[in-house]
């Protein structure tokens, strides 16, 4: 039996109080992620930290959400609602644990995320959800012509029945992965992270009261708006439009993508425009779209917002349905990030005519996967390793982008290559950045990466890169970024998007570089000796662009 | 003969002398300005001067009376902070140069898309790169290329590097690669500060030790140049007692060991302080404590619950990661000598630049024109406007007024309005760096008392209480020395640690048995090396578990006696303990490992104690010294405001603000609607009126 507990007669609160009480939140949703990160066992969440962690209010609001991966927002903006579409909020019980990853009945937006959501009560009702969520690195090795290819479609069920653990829901998400063992061990990571976000909210509401706990929820949202509409309103009003190309091994052709962003006095509207879904796994859905657009505004209007709810509401995106940002069923979603990536500088490339000053120029503009499976040779049990690179981050107005890192929507570590070796029949030969990779301008675009790894058992490589056939693009004069792709070596061919590697080949994915802000000519020369002293460019890029 | 036990604390602008008489339990205080071209002469004359005042039977051997000395020092934090380490050189593994750059390839902010990455201490072209590679089961893939290598050294050297850092993979495994590449650089560079990472943090995650090896070349030769400029000058004075200098983990070490192993002592000012604190806490009967310990030049805070301040084995310092032993102490660049300017949105700011002892602030007369925080309270007449220092040290409020007053002509506000506004910028700054170690982390600041200690913390701290709702300030007899006094009720303490992936089974029983074995060797020649007694050795065994999968461990604690298949038993069911307790579950059947044995030795020192004094009763008129007018906020004017001796008041003795109590080594301000009183331990302690 139960009922969501509703802020009705809400007190007034002082602003201290909201302040402690929003803090407190922050250092919910931050504990919860270090006790998830902690219990795990993959690689992805225990050193590449690939999850999140947030509170929901009773309504499905986001309340905060730690700062790990932005996008995964997209995940837990859409399964509070399908829990309560889906499931009689009077039957759920204290315990009630729910699990979900499908991005058409579930709210996800791609199916390695699995979410785990558990409803807090707090004297007989909801007064909150704990949700979190883990990219568990398995479904790998498989097509993406449609979603059924990708993976085991997950609609919020329950995992935990009044602290019971639903065996036969367990088995059957077993059964379908690749790698079993971690699996569990991640889901029971994710049950500790749960745990805590419970057990700390309800010591929040014992300690200052329910209902002022909810206020001050209440009173979080309203003031992000605020600040949100405040910051919109010092922008000039006016409609920008932006275009650019997304190309990756999947597809042959680059797809034209658009956005229209227009300020009206408070409020702001992102209309985006795509070609039909595709019969490849870079489809977004529509929270993945909405997360997206959220993190870059926020970005530019103000960092410090705090990321909640109440950010979103001066916000309107659209998208036509059916088209790749905002695809429908059955349309393949398992590499979507690449794309929010490249919508993320569409979106800055628009605002960049209206608020040159706060953006940067196009970034490496996608997140590059290695994805490595393959089958141990002494129990035959199958591996997968997934990680993802950081590239160049756009240039900046007033100084150079950041060389090597995670940009946008994404922001995970590095694994230790003493972790990497230990875990996986692979040895990394070299890790560094790409000379020249950068794009020329008064401030310099990020570097890119390069991995080189060789194969110390038979395995299978995908790769998901972009900026093959095209770059990223350099704002005021500044140039574009080096290209994304990948180097075989002897023995090694690459095909579409996968390679298989003998034991002893090896093989380099290479990242995007970022776009240059500003003219070269205009170049500090202390900054050009120092990149040529440092190896970032060559001399000819000194002679010829820079006139050094 | 030597009966004093001396602890001196040398900050950015005071350097501070505590000496406790090991025979009759007296403290004495002493203080001197620090000079920061070279601190070793102000931390000798604070020293001589100390002593000649409490010894004066030792003539001009005024050492020859110190039992022990102790230093907390700030030199390495401050060659961090303004990066003034040495030139640095960095040998890598083939391929791996660049992971120090691109760290855990993490941008520094999630949102704020123009924040930056401190600066990388080794530029890429003085990082070189060697082939060689270990495999983490130990076994040598490619050995190590000794021409290449000798390569490297030769082009460092060239380049003119002032020391040098050695990383390799999985050097902490196997480390001879390591040890090689040192010789070489050592034949071919003698006069460089070498280390490598097998030495400095011989722990598994090649970035975090990589950063961790590195920052410890960067301020190796700063802090040896500091020690052997020290030395001599103590042993000029005629001391014999070994020297020590505390850690970033509240514990100290002989100046040696501290030499070779910079990077152990970031935090080594401030972290005495949070031990001094904690002592005085305990026994003022206040264990939830907030540190606010606010020097010239930066302001240290720190959360202690139930009297402890937790410890962390990593932590990000000024934006570098370092794997050592660490109290979580929250440090700001702002303090009394920050300096107040107008910025280009034509709004106030202070700091953090800061006017340092030396020139100091406007009102020093040495030539500093740029007003700062403490030129604010002397034109406030919060702090006395004709000296300092107990009347050592003459101030010019004429000066300090001009200064502000070109400030407060750019702002369009009144002189008063002005120096008041750089207070309120100030407070304002020192509590976001409270809610950082408070609010952020879960704690409710209002739970706590604020422990003001650092010359200028006690005249800050009651504007800090109320701007977070905080109803208590502790201000401990001897605030301005408090770190000082830390050194004294701090234990000798050296942590050795050895990484080896065991199962947690009865097969591990030899194994593990052996390591600490040979960690208690290490800690035996450690204990002779510091001369410390058998009595007073202390050994402490952990060992970080985790389930086999997981990437962190949990610290569990040996039983003592004998490694035997039963302390195995102790170990597993301690874990799952742990384990539960900390995650909610146990996965029963999983194999369980143990990755890193640890043994941490401590050498019991005799501490300085405190002695309390009786009940005087409750009228403070007897330590009236005076009347001043002093500027409050509250009545926006001039308010005639009785002024109190430190040294005056009693057990016992209570009085209302608005009130100022002066001592040597600093001021305490009681704003209106505060009231104070004296405990039997001479802390003053004042509180919100109900």
Redesign the interface.
């Known amino acids: 039996m139960s009922s969501a507990l509703q802020p009705s007669s809400a007190p007034v609160l002082d602003p201290?109080t909201v302040?402690?009480i929003g803090?407190?939140l922050?250092?919910?949703v931050e504990?919860t992620g270090e006790?998830l990160?902690?219990?795990?066992?993959s690689?992805n969440i225990?050193?590449r930290r690939d999850c999140s962690t947030a509170l929901f209010n009773a309504a499905g609001h986001t309340l905060c959400q730690a700062?790990h991966i932005?996008i995964h927002l997209g995940s837990f903006i859409g399964i509070v609602p399908h829990i309560m579409k889906l499931h009689d909020l009077a039957e759920m019980k204290p315990g009630d644990v729910f699990v979900g990853n499908d991005a058409y009945e579930g709210g996800g937006t791609h199916l390695p995320d699995i979410v785990l959501a558990e409803p807090i009560f707090v004297d007989g009702a909801i007064a909150a959800w704990t949700v979190n969520l883990a990219h568990h690195s398995d479904f790998a090795d498989r097509g993406h012509a449609h979603i059924y290819q990708e993976g085991l479609r997950i609609p919020p069920v329950r995992l935990y029945r009044a602290g019971q653990l639903q065996k036969d829901v367990q088995e059957l998400i077993l059964l379908n992965c690749q790698v079993p063992?971690?699996r569990l061990?991640d889901l029971?990571?994710q049950?500790?992270a749960n745990?805590?976000g419970v057990q700390?909210f309800q010591a929040l509401c014992a300690?200052y009261g329910t209902t002022t706990v909810l206020a001050a929820g209440e009173a979080l949202l309203d003031y992000a708006e605020r600040k949100m509409r405040a910051g919109i309103a010092a922008m000039p009003d006016g409609t920008w439009r932006f275009e650019d190309v997304f190309d990756n091994p999947e597809i042959t052709t680059n797809l034209p993508l658009a956005v229209d962003v227009t300020i009206a006095r408070d409020s702001m509207t992102l209309h985006f425009e795509s070609p039909d879904q595709l019969r490849a796994g870079l489809n977004m859905t529509y929270t993945a779209l909405l997360a997206t657009a959220y993190?870059v505004v926020?970005?530019?209007v103000d960092?410090?917002i705090l990321p909640n709810a109440g950010l979103a509401r001066p916000i309107t995106v659209t998208a036509r349905s059916g088209s790749v940002l905002n695809c429908a069923h059955p349309a393949a979603v398992n590499g979507r990030v690449q794309t929010c990536q490249r919508v993320s500088d569409l979106i800055l490339g628009a605002l960049a005519q209206a608020v040159p000053d706060?953006?940067?120029a196009c970034s490496n503009s996608t997140c590059t996967v290695a994805t490595f499976i393959g089958q141990r040779k002494d129990n035959g049990a199958i591996w997968v390793y997934l990680e993802t690179?950081?590239g160049g981050?756009?240039a900046?107005a007033s100084?150079d982008g950041?060389?090597?890192?995670?940009?946008h929507v994404t922001?995970?570590?590095?694994l230790?290559?003493?972790?990497l070796?230990?875990e996986y029949p692979l040895?990394?030969?070299?890790?560094?950045?790409v000379a020249e990779s950068g794009g020329v301008g008064e401030f310099r675009g990020g570097m890119g990466?390069r991995r080189?790894y060789r194969a110390d058992e038979d395995c299978r490589v995908r790769v998901d890169v972009s900026r093959l056939r095209s770059q990223s693009w350099g704002l005021l004069g500044g140039g574009p970024g080096g290209n994304g792709h990948v180097e075989c070596g002897p023995g090694v061919t690459f095909d579409r998007d996968n390679a298989v590697l003998k034991a002893g080949q090896w093989f380099a994915v290479v990242s995007p570089g970022a776009g240059g802000y500003g003219p070269p000519e205009k170049r500090d020369p202390k900054a050009i000796q120092?990149d040529l002293?440092?190896?970032?460019i060559g001399t000819d890029t000194a002679t010829t662009i820079y006139k050094a | 003969m030597a009966r004093w036990r001396v602890g001196v604390d040398s900050g950015g602008t005071f350097t501070d002398v505590c000496l406790f008489d090991e025979e009759d339990g007296r403290v004495e205080v002493w203080k001197v300005s620090s000079t920061p071209d070279d601190p070793s002469r102000g931390i000798a004359q604070g020293v001589e001067e100390g002593m000649r005042r409490v010894a004066p039977e030792s003539g001009d051997r005024p050492g020859a009376s110190v039992a022990y000395f102790g230093h907390g020092t700030t030199v390495a934090t401050n060659a961090l902070i303004q990066h003034r380490g040495v030139r640095t050189g960095l040998v890598t593994t083939d391929g791996f140069r660049d992971l120090l750059e691109i760290g855990r390839q993490k941008r520094p902010d999630l949102y704020d898309m123009q924040a930056d990455k401190p600066p990388t201490l080794v530029p890429r072209d003085l990082r070189q790169e060697v082939p060689e590679r270990v495999r983490y089961t130990g076994e040598i893939d490619t050995p190590l290329d000794e021409a290449k290598m000798r390569a490297a050294a030769r082009a460092l050297k060239a380049a003119d590097v002032k020391a040098i850092a050695v990383s390799f993979l999985y050097g902490f495994i196997r480390p001879e690669h390591e040890k090689r590449a040192v010789d070489i650089l050592r034949e071919e560079h003698p006069d460089a500060f070498i280390c490598a990472g097998h030495e400095i943090a011989p722990e598994f995650r090649e970035y975090e030790r990589l950063s961790t090896v590195v920052l410890n070349a960067y301020l190796g030769p700063v802090m040896r140049r500091y020690i052997e400029r020290l030395t001599p000058r103590l042993q000029g004075l005629g001391m014999t007692a070994t020297p020590h200098l505390t850690q970033s983990n509240g514990g100290v070490i002989g100046f040696a060991a501290a030499a070779d192993m910079p990077v152990r002592t970031v935090l080594s000012g401030p972290s005495t302080g949070v031990v001094g604190a904690q002592a005085i806490g305990t026994l003022a009967g206040f264990d939830e404590l907030i540190t606010f310990d606010m020097g010239g030049t930066s302001t240290d805070v720190a959360l202690l619950q139930g009297g402890q301040c937790k410890m962390t084995s990593e932590a990000v310092v000024h934006g570098y990661p370092i794997k050592a032993p660490m109290l979580d102490i929250h440090t700001v660049g702002a303090g009394g000598g920050s300096i107040a300017y107008v910025d280009a949105g034509g709004l106030l700011k202070v700091g953090p630049r800061s006017c340092g002892a030396d020139p100091g602030p406007v009102c020093y007369a040495r030539g500093n024109e740029e007003p700062a925080t403490t030129d604010a309270n002397v034109v406030l007449q919060t702090l006395n406007p004709d000296y300092l220092l107990g009347g050592r040290m003459a101030v010019r409020q004429d000066l300090a007024r001009e200064a502000i007053g070109r400030l407060a002509e750019t702002l369009g506000l009144g002189v008063m309005e002005t120096a008041q506004g750089i207070l309120s910028v100030v407070t304002a700054n020192m509590a976001r760096a409270i809610r950082v170690i408070s609010i952020q982390r879960g704690h409710d600041p209002r739970d706590y008392t604020l422990m003001a200690f650092g010359g200028a913390g006690p005249l800050h701290a009651a504007r800090l209480a109320k701007e977070l709702e905080m109803k208590r300030v502790l201000v401990p007899r001897n605030p301005g020395i408090l770190c000082a006094m830390g050194l004294l009720l701090t234990d000798l303490r050296a942590d050795f640690a050895a990484t080896k992936l065991l199962p947690a089974t009865e097969d591990s029983v030899t194994e593990v048995a052996d390591s600490f074995a040979s960690l208690t060797a290490r800690a035996e020649d450690w204990f002779a090396q510091e001369h410390i007694e058998a009595a007073a050795r202390r050994l402490t065994r952990t060992a970080d578990m985790r389930y086999a999968g997981q990437n962190y461990e949990l610290a569990v604690p040996l039983p003592d006696g004998p490694v035997t298949a039963a302390t195995m038993h102790a170990l597993t069911s301690g874990f799952a303990d742990l384990h539960r307790q900390r995650y909610g579950f146990v996965a029963d059947g999983e194999p369980v490992q143990l990755v890193t044995l640890r043994l941490e030795a401590t050498g019991l020192v005799r501490k300085a104690e405190l002695k309390s004094y009786p009940d005087a009763g409750p009228d403070a008129n007897g330590a009236v010294i005076g009347q001043r007018q002093v500027w409050f906020p509250e009545a926006g004017d001039f308010v005639a405001t009785p002024i109190y001796s430190r040294d005056a008041l009693l057990p016992g003795n209570r009085f209302a603000g608005p009130a100022i109590v002066e001592q040597m080594d600093t001021t305490t301000v009681v704003p209106p609607g505060m009231k104070a009183r004296v405990d039997a331990y001479l802390n003053l302690i004042l509180e919100v009126t109900a």
């Open positions: 201290i302040e402690v803090a407190a922050s250092s919910i504990e006790a990160i902690r219990a795990s066992y690689t225990k050193e700062e932005p063992r971690e061990s029971r990571a049950m500790a745990r805590v700390r300690k993190y926020k970005s530019v960092p410090t706060r953006v940067t690179m950081g981050g756009g900046r100084k950041l060389d090597g890192v995670h940009v922001n995970t570590s590095n230790p290559v003493e972790a070796e230990l040895t990394l030969l070299r890790y560094e950045l990466l080189v120092r002293a440092e190896g970032v």
